[in-house]
């Protein structure tokens, strides 16, 4: 790691990679597209002021760990086969990367690793499908797709509330699914099939709503508009039609478990990054 980088890996080597690897799958014609916060930022370069002003930066330590990508599982020889063109190292299967529907990759000087999961979210408090959803955006999982991803956690962090405001931020809500928009029609459709998530989605976007009013650091502007997003997100979601199957689900409510529990980074990493990438290297 360069001196200069005081034990920490910059933001934008995060952002550089993370694109010189969608360029390599693009070219391999290979379905390969980012998740997560850093897939956020990448969508939302040009709101870097707002960013930081909710203090999503790197300035008191690193922004990012990791990358995420979604992949389908016919593609996953295909993924292998891109990263380790470019220097990455596979972690070896085991039973908890398996049940995860995931590969983890090695970045060649050790600074960080990329998780790519293949066909849906899994290890989520509620999984989201990739089937089918992989064309829609050059860079990531459609947008939609994103902002679910952020509101499926139970355990919703003031991290992953600034980058669902940071993604509301930049992005128009409409109907229909188009480039750099969040659809409401895909957001309704998942949760009209799932009480659980949608308790989950709609409880959060509630909180949200309730927390942007009281956000010192918006502006008038800023609080008119995700305000409206938000009540825009919740209204395609109380208003579409529900399966018979989230009808009867809603009878039990809360008073049983909605939500599966997530394997922790300790499960996955087991010994953390340095030994997983020792184990990677000593079993060929």
Same mark, same amino acid.
């Given at each position: 790691?360069?001196?200069?980088?005081?034990?920490?890996?910059?933001?934008?080597?995060?952002?550089?990679?993370?694109?010189?690897?969608?360029?390599?799958?693009?070219?391999?014609?290979?379905?390969?597209?980012?998740?997560?916060?850093?897939?956020?930022?990448?969508?939302?370069?040009?709101?870097?002021?707002?960013?930081?002003?909710?203090?999503?930066?790197?300035?008191?330590?690193?922004?990012?760990?990791?990358?995420?990508?979604?992949?389908?599982?016919?593609?996953?020889?295909?993924?292998?086969?891109?990263?380790?063109?470019?220097?990455?190292?596979?972690?070896?299967?085991?039973?908890?990367?398996?049940?995860?529907?995931?590969?983890?990759?090695?970045?060649?000087?050790?600074?960080?690793?990329?998780?790519?999961?293949?066909?849906?979210?899994?290890? /989520?408090?509620?999984?989201?499908?990739?089937?089918?959803?992989?064309?829609?955006?050059?860079?990531?999982?459609?947008?939609?797709?994103?902002?679910?991803?952020?509101?499926?956690?139970?355990?919703?962090?003031?991290?992953?509330?600034?980058?669902?405001?940071?993604?509301?931020?930049?992005?128009?809500?409409?109907?229909?699914?188009?480039?750099?928009?969040?659809?409401?029609?895909?957001? /309704?459709?998942?949760?009209?099939?799932?009480?659980?998530?949608?308790?989950?989605?709609?409880?959060?976007?509630?909180?949200?709503?309730?927390?942007?009013?009281?956000?010192?650091?918006?502006?008038?502007?800023?609080?008119?508009?995700?305000?409206?997003?938000?009540?825009?997100?919740?209204? /395609?979601?109380?208003?579409?039609?529900?399966?018979?199957?989230?009808?009867?689900?809603?009878?039990?409510?809360?008073?049983?478990?909605?939500?599966?529990?997530?394997?922790?980074?300790?499960?996955?990493?087991?010994?953390?990054?340095?030994?997983?990438?020792?184990?990677?290297?000593?079993?060929?």
């Amino acid at each position: 790691m360069l001196a200069e980088w005081n034990g920490k890996v910059p933001t934008r080597i995060f952002v550089d990679e993370s694109l010189r690897i969608l360029r390599a799958a693009s070219e391999a014609k290979v379905a390969l597209k980012m998740l997560g916060g850093l897939a956020i930022k990448v969508h939302s370069l040009n709101e870097k002021e707002f960013a930081n002003r909710l203090g999503r930066s790197a300035e008191k330590g690193q922004e990012y760990s990791d990358i995420d990508f979604a992949t389908y599982y016919k593609s996953r020889d295909g993924v292998r086969k891109i990263m380790e063109s470019l220097g990455y190292s596979k972690r070896p299967s085991t039973m908890s990367t398996s049940a995860s529907q995931r590969q983890i990759y090695f970045h060649p000087k050790g600074w960080f690793y990329i998780d790519v999961f293949w066909d849906k979210l899994k290890a /989520a408090n509620h999984p989201i499908s990739f089937r089918d959803r992989l064309e829609v955006d050059p860079i990531s999982i459609p947008l939609s797709d994103l902002l679910l991803e952020k509101l499926q956690i139970v355990s919703f962090s003031r991290k992953d509330m600034i980058d669902t405001l940071l993604l509301l931020k930049a992005h128009t809500i409409a109907g229909k699914e188009e480039l750099e928009t969040i659809s409401t029609d895909r957001v /309704a459709y998942v949760l009209s099939r799932d009480w659980g998530f949608w308790y989950t989605v709609t409880t959060t976007l509630q909180g949200i709503g309730e927390h942007v009013k009281e956000m010192s650091v918006l502006s008038s502007q800023e609080t008119s508009d995700l305000s409206s997003k938000v009540e825009k997100l919740l209204y /395609a979601a109380n208003t579409v039609p529900k399966s018979l199957r989230w009808k009867l689900r809603a009878i039990i409510g809360s008073r049983k478990k909605w939500y599966k529990p997530v394997e922790t980074e300790e499960t996955v990493g087991e010994f953390g990054i340095w030994r997983l990438r020792e184990q990677a290297s000593t079993s060929g």
